[in-house]
């Protein structure tokens, strides 16, 4: 069962305008870690943003914000005022098995975002 | 500039070769990664390293084999690869799982990757 979703495989936004990237998780841990991460076509990862399971408010980076609803299991990235570096594929990913000690990190399929001038 | 350096950043190998894949990183993470990209997909997660013993092998084919010499250092040792091998190899980093707390930010930082073709 697919545990990151990101059913946006293609997203356009107008630069200067606010975009929403979705991901829904699938975990049974209590203690875990949600990440989102860019990767432009140069091939690097770059980490953006974290969220953990106790955190009660709602990450921000700059220009990046994570919606986090529990409850619905759901990770979402906002990305205000689009520039046109934000062109690149970006990721959802989790973290589990810390109560275990032994933990990996989740990738979702991703989703490719282009900035239109 | 990434703070976890892999080399080379290309390769090309025949199937019969034998080469090595390297990752540097001098955050003082004791958890190191590799991982596998094929174009327009996300990262598959092949290794994992916590304190320089290996503590997740994801059915990775015997043709590569990781190596971590200390805590700074992953290798991964490539032999007989195929020619669906060919992919962007990524390694990267984080704190090992002893340290930080239930609610600490422990992203991972990869390296650029290298990327590896199989003639």
């Known amino acids: 069962a697919q545990k990151i979703t990101q059913t946006q495989p293609g997203m356009f936004v107008q630069e200067k305008e606010a975009v929403t990237l979705d991901c829904t998780y699938d975990?049974?841990?209590?203690?875990?870690?949600l990440f989102w991460y860019k990767q432009p076509s140069s091939g690097e990862m770059i980490f953006l943003i974290y969220?953990?399971?106790?955190?009660?408010q709602n990450a921000t980076e700059g220009r990046y914000s994570l919606n986090f609803q529990k409850a619905r299991k759901s990770a979402n990235l906002v990305i205000s005022a689009s520039q046109l570096g934000d062109s690149a594929m970006y990721f959802c990913?989790?973290?589990?098995?810390?109560?275990?000690?032994?933990?990996?990190?989740?990738f979702g399929t991703g989703t490719r975002l282009k900035v239109l001038a | 500039d990434t703070e976890v350096t892999q080399t080379p950043k290309h390769l090309v190998m025949g199937m019969t070769n034998k080469k090595s894949l390297k990752c540097e990183q001098h955050?003082?993470?004791?958890?190191m990664y590799w991982y596998k990209q094929k174009a327009k997909k996300p990262p598959e997660l092949m290794f994992v390293?916590?304190?320089?013993?290996?503590?997740i092998n994801e059915s990775v084919p015997s043709r590569f084999s990781p190596e971590c010499p200390n805590s700074s250092l992953l290798n991964l040792h490539l032999h007989a690869l195929q020619p669906e091998d060919s992919a962007l190899y990524l390694c990267?980093?984080?704190?090992?799982?002893?340290?930080?707390?239930?609610?600490?930010?422990?992203?991972?930082?990869f390296g650029d990757g290298t990327r590896l073709s199989i003639l």
């Open positions: 990267a980093s984080s704190q090992g799982p002893r340290t930080g707390g239930v609610g600490s930010n422990q992203p991972q930082h």
């Open positions: 975990t049974s841990d209590q203690s875990y870690g």
């Open positions: 969220q953990g399971s106790y955190d009660e």
């Open positions: 990913a989790m973290r589990e098995g810390l109560d275990s000690g032994t933990y990996k990190y989740i």
């Open positions: 955050m003082g993470h004791r958890a």
């Open positions: 390293y916590s304190y320089e013993k290996l503590s």
